[in-house]
C-alpha cells in the first residue's frame, strides 16, 4: 500500500483525474468562445468547476468534473459559479463553495472523493443496468422464435 504524503493530497487526486485540479480543467478551454475580458472566461469556468467538453457541434459545452452536469449557450455576462449554483444546487463541489482547490481542507478533500466515487460507481452500476436491461429485452424478443424453433426440432425428432 502506498502511503500518501497528505500534503499532496491535491497532487493524488490529479493522479486520478487531471480535472479534479482547476489548472486541469483550464487547459480543456482551448477553444472556448470567450476570452479573459469577459465573466464567462476560461479561469472563471474552471474555478467553478467546469471543463470544456470541447465538442466541434457545441463549441461552448462545459461540464462539471463533480456531477457531471452539462451545460450550453453561455453568455459571456453570465457567471459561471452562478450557473452552477442555479442549474445544479446539489453538487457537492458547490456546496462546498471554495472555487480553488488549494482551500480545500483534507477533510473536504477526501470527503469530495468519496462522494466522487459514488457517484462514479452509480453512474456504472445505472450503464450496467441499462446494458442489462437492453440485452434482456432483445431476448425476450427472441424467445417466442426459440420456443417455435424448438417445437419444430421435436416434431423431427418424433
Ligand atoms: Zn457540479
Known amino acids: 500500500m502506498k502511503i500518501y504524503d497528505v500534503n499532496n493530497s491535491m497532487d493524488m487526486l490529479t493522479s486520478l483525474n487531471q480535472k479534479f485540479g482547476s489548472a486541469g480543467r483550464l487547459k480543456t478551454f482551448k477553444n472556448w468562445p470567450f476570452n479573459h475580458d469577459v465573466r464567462c472566461n476560461p479561469k472563471a469556468m474552471a474555478d467553478a468547476g467546469f471543463f470544456a467538453v470541447d465538442d466541434p457541434e457545441e ?30 444546487a446539489n453538487c457537492a463541489y458547490v456546496k462546498l463553495n471554495k472555487t480553488t482547490e488549494n482551500e480545500w481542507t483534507i477533510n473536504e478533500t477526501f470527503a469530495l472523493l468519496k462522494e466522487y466515487y459514488r457517484n462514479q460507481g452509480n453512474q456504472r452500476v445505472k450503464s450496467l443496468k441499462d446494458n442489462w436491461n437492453d440485452e434482456m429485452k432483445l431476448l425476450t424478443a427472441e424467445i417466442p422464435q426459440l420456443l417455435q424453433k424448438s417445437r419444430k426440432n421435436k416434431k423431427i425428432l418424433k
Not at 61 to 84: I, N
Open 59 to 88: 463549441p461552448d459545452l462545459a461540464e462539471c468534473f463533480f456531477c457531471g452536469k452539462q451545460l450550453d449557450g453561455w453568455e459571456a455576462t453570465d457567471d459561471p459559479w452562478e450557473e452552477h449554483k442555479s442549474h445544479q
